[in-house]
């Protein structure tokens, strides 16, 4: 940890002593402009004020079974995905009440999978859709992004195939999306100043677009990332830190 780090980072002790309020987590990891929690979103959630974020950019889980190891098996048998997946099987579809409670915390929001999740979403005009480039094979060609925020439908392009699609810094998270998908969205939608959420932080890789959005582009975002299973918030944690750790570096 760099003393930058060690200085910006909260103890969970310390955290309880700010002007912010009273939160049911297990773990916590506060930096300048950035807070995750390990917790359950709605716990999480219900302490946030009536349309207290600008923007949530949430990838919920689809109940396709994607979070099990045996998720692996449908179309191949690669054990290098084995690492990153779990024999318990966490992608349920949320309930209403996480949906009412999005929409009451956020202004707008972006849902990644807005085809699964109709029934809790307004029609809308806008579909972000991402085109994975994967070619000829049983992998989805694209994934699809449903907003609330009026405009025309747009397409984000990023080469993405199956289990063997990673960032430079490889890969921690079954259903991990490349950061520059994120930042394609931020660039999009996000103004300077926005205030952020995503209740479902998986692997962290828009916590890192959101990061190089204030270094390189200064738009001062805030965010709040919420992270349920304790392995993957750890993961993603990390992840950020190996990734402020190369920003000092260069």
Known sequence: MTKTEQKAEMTKEEFAKTDKPQIAYSECYVQP?????????????????DKEFDLAIVDPPYGIGAGSSKFINRYTANKRAAKFYKENDWDILPKSEYWQELKRVCKNYIVWGGNYFTEYLEPARCFIVWDKKTGANSYADCELALTNIDGNSKIVTKFWLGANAEDNDGRIHPTQKPIYVYEFLLKEYAKDGFKILDTHLGSGSIAIAIDKANT??????????????PDYFRAAVERFKNHKRQCVLF
């Open 33 to 49: 402009f950035f807070t995750f929690y390990n917790a359950d979103n709605m716990a999480i959630m219900k302490t946030f004020k």
């Open 216 to 229: 390189l582009d200064k738009k001062n975002l805030t965010f709040v990332g919420i992270e349920l299973d």
